[in-house]
């Protein structure tokens, strides 16, 4: 007998991806190579690393670290600036295309203005959507508070952005803020056609005890990996109820399994961002997380992805 046909398909802002896998910003994604590596290892979507409008170096090494419990990193958003990655993004596209896997950019910049001003360069490399990743420091702002800690900054970006593209954005929201629900509708009144949640959680540090001495040379670094899932899937369940089923989210945060995917998808994602566990595992986790969703959705005779989504939501 033939096996139940399951579809892992998703729509994300009008852009279909054949399963529900993206790779995250920052693990990879620098070079168009990579990234049609990634999409061929079975990834249903590409985020790139994010650029900003000027080259940036970084910090010194050791940058990321695994510490058993998931990744610390502090990598300083280096990257080769918009004007290189424009020329990566058109590569990468020509690739992807014909695969059927879409491209998302991710941008960033120091002020509100630079935001504007990062889309309208990347524009023309004509990615799938955008995203704008917020958790970065505003030098604008005298206590250099990042964009997501705060509605109305991020409401600023959000419009700024938009002002400057016509391809759709998505805003990427941080998990150290104390109310991520108003954030979440700030940018979707201000014109977010889809939200990314987590970023990383943080930041922590962790000390070689017989150095005595942090392990990362920047001392301080953000933590992600399967350590930070469950404040995933909490932040995902508050964006969800603050901004509505319309508004599709990608789930990020320790997804490793297909499981986890599952978990997402029942308090609302529309897709998952998997950034760690590449890391960890290597790329083959985009085949085998979509392997053990498939099998649970043939398991319990789900045909679909949305016979799942938001299911758990009025008992969470
Ligand atoms: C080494 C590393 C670099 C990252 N760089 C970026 C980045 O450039 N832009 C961004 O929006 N997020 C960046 N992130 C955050 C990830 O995209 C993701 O939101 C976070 O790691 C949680 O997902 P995960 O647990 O699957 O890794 C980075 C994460 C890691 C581990």
């Not at 083959?284 to 045909?303: I, K, P, S, T, W």
Request: net charge neutral; glycine share 10%.
């Amino acid at each position: 007998m033939d096996a139940p046909a399951v579809d892992l398909s998703t729509i994300l802002c009008g852009v279909r991806l054949p399963n529900p896998t993206v790779l995250a910003s920052g693990v990879l994604g620098l070079s168009h190579q990579v990234m049609a590596r990634v999409a061929r290892a079975g990834a249903g979507g590409i985020t790139s690393k994010s650029c900003s409008l000027k080259p940036r170096a970084g910090y010194h090494n050791p940058t990321i670290l695994d510490w058993g419990m998931g990744l610390i990193n502090a990598v300083g958003l280096s990257n080769p600036g918009v004007e290189v990655m424009v020329e990566e993004l058109q590569a990468a596209r020509e690739l992807l295309a014909p695969q059927g896997i879409p491209l998302i950019a991710s941008i960033f910049a120091e002020t509100i203005y630079d935001f504007g001003t990062v889309a309208r360069f990347i524009s023309p490399a004509r990615p799938d959507l955008i995203e704008v990743n917020v958790s970065c420091p505003n030098i604008d702002d005298r206590y250099r508070l990042m964009f997501a800690a705060d509605p109305y900054v991020a409401s600023q970006v959000t419009r700024r952005v938009k002002l400057n593209t016509d391809i759709p954005v998505l805003v990427k929201l941080s998990p150290n803020v104390t109310d991520l629900s108003r954030i979440a509708e700030a940018v979707v009144e201000a014109g977010a056609d889809g939200i990314t949640a987590i970023n990383s959680l943080g930041p922590g540090i962790i000390l070689d005890v017989k150095t005595l001495r942090p392990l990362l040379a920047h001392v301080t670094g953000g933590l992600s990996g399967s350590a930070i899932r469950p404040i995933a899937v909490r932040c995902v369940r508050d964006i969800r109820r603050a901004v509505g089923e319309e508004v599709p989210i990608v789930a990020t945060g320790g997804v490793t399994t297909g499981r986890d995917v599952v978990e997402m998808l029942l308090v609302g994602a529309a897709a998952v961002g998997i950034g760690s566990a590449v890391a960890q595992r290597g790329m083959d986790v985009f085949r085998q997380v979509n392997e053990e969703l498939r099998a649970y959705m043939v398991e319990h005779g789900y045909g679909r992805l949305s016979d799942l989504r938001g299911k758990a939501l009025p008992f969470v």
